[in-house]
C-alpha cells in the first residue's frame, strides 16, 4: 500500500473512532471488510464503543468520588457527552479529565458542587505527578538558632494546588469516599482548599483566609519574618508569633516546605 494511502486510512480510521476532524469518517468502513457477524459499519462502531468506554474508565480512575456520587449509570453518560464533545487530543489518557470539571460547570450549571468536587479531584491528579523535591524538615528548624527565624526564606513545594471549593464541597468528598481514610469534615475553608502531595500520599485540608494568604505568599517566596509582618495587622505581637509558629510546624510536618 503507498504510504499516502496507509495514511489516509489511519486517518479515516482515526476520525471514525475518536470523533477528531482528521479524515473522513464517513470512509471509514470503506477500509473494512465485513462478513456474516457483522458488517464494516458495524465493526467501526465497535472500535468506537470500546474507544469511549476505554475513556470513561480512565475518567472514573480520575474522578472516582464523582462517579460515586453520581452512580455507574450517570456518571457514564456524563463521560461519553463529555468525551463526545471534547475528545482526547494528547496521547496520553492521563490528560483526558482536565477540561472535565469545566465541562461540567457548563453542562450541569445547577449543581456547582460536582462540578467543584472534580475540580478537587483534578487537583488532586495534578500534584500526583510532580516533581520529587527535598523538604524543610521538623528537625530543621528545631537546629536552626532563634535570631535566624526571621530571615528564614520559606517556599512552597511545586506539588500543590489551591482550589476555591467551600466547606460543603470537601464535606461532599468526604461524604462520597468509603470512610476510614477521609478525613474530619472542615470547621473553616474560608480559603478554599490546599491539595499537596507528601511522598507518595496526596492530601487535602480546608484553609482559612489568613492561611491561604500566607500560603500564596510562600509560593512566590517569602521569609518566616514576612509571614509574622502578615499576621501582625489586627493582632498583638505574641499572637501574630505564636500563629506563624504554629503554622510553620504544621507546614513542615506535612512536607509542604522546600528546603
Known amino acids: 500500500m503507498p504510504p499516502e494511502d496507509l495514511a489516509r486510512l489511519e486517518a479515516d480510521l482515526f476520525a471514525a473512532i475518536t470523533g477528531l476532524p482528521v479524515g473522513d469518517a464517513g470512509r471509514a468502513a470503506a477500509h473494512v471488510v465485513g462478513d456474516g457477524r457483522g458488517s464494516a459499519e458495524r465493526r467501526v462502531q465497535v472500535y468506537a464503543a470500546m474507544y469511549r468506554l476505554r475513556v470513561a474508565e480512565a475518567l472514573e480512575s480520575q474522578f472516582p468520588r464523582l462517579a460515586r456520587l453520581l452512580g455507574p449509570e450517570a456518571f457514564g453518560a456524563a463521560a461519553v457527552a463529555y468525551v463526545a464533545e471534547a475528545p482526547s487530543r494528547h496521547p496520553s489518557l492521563r490528560e ?74 470537601l464535606d461532599l468528598w468526604r461524604r462520597s469516599g468509603e470512610g476510614a481514610e477521609d478525613p474530619p469534615a472542615e470547621s473553616d475553608a474560608s480559603g478554599g482548599a490546599l491539595v499537596w502531595r ?62
Open 96 to 169: 483526558i479529565g482536565g477540561g472535565f470539571a469545566a465541562w461540567l460547570a457548563r453542562d450541569r450549571p445547577r449543581d456547582s458542587r460536582l462540578a467543584w468536587l472534580a475540580r478537587l479531584e483534578w487537583a488532586r491528579v495534578e500534584v500526583f505527578d510532580r516533581a520529587d523535591e527535598d523538604v524543610l524538615t521538623v528537625e530543621a528548624l528545631r537546629r536552626l538558632p532563634p535570631e535566624r527565624f526571621a530571615a528564614l526564606p520559606l517556599r512552597l513545594v511545586g506539588a500543590h494546588r489551591f482550589v476555591d471549593a467551600d466547606a460543603a464541597v
Open 198 to 259: 507528601q511522598d507518595v500520599s496526596v492530601y487535602h485540608r480546608g484553609l482559612g483566609a489568613a492561611e491561604r494568604g500566607a500560603l500564596e505568599a510562600l509560593a512566590a517566596g517569602t521569609s518566616f519574618g514576612a509571614v509574622c509582618d502578615r499576621l501582625a495587622a489586627g493582632r498583638s505581637d505574641e499572637e501574630a508569633g505564636a500563629q506563624a509558629f504554629a503554622w510553620l510546624s504544621t507546614w513542615a510536618m506535612d512536607g509542604l516546605l522546600r528546603d
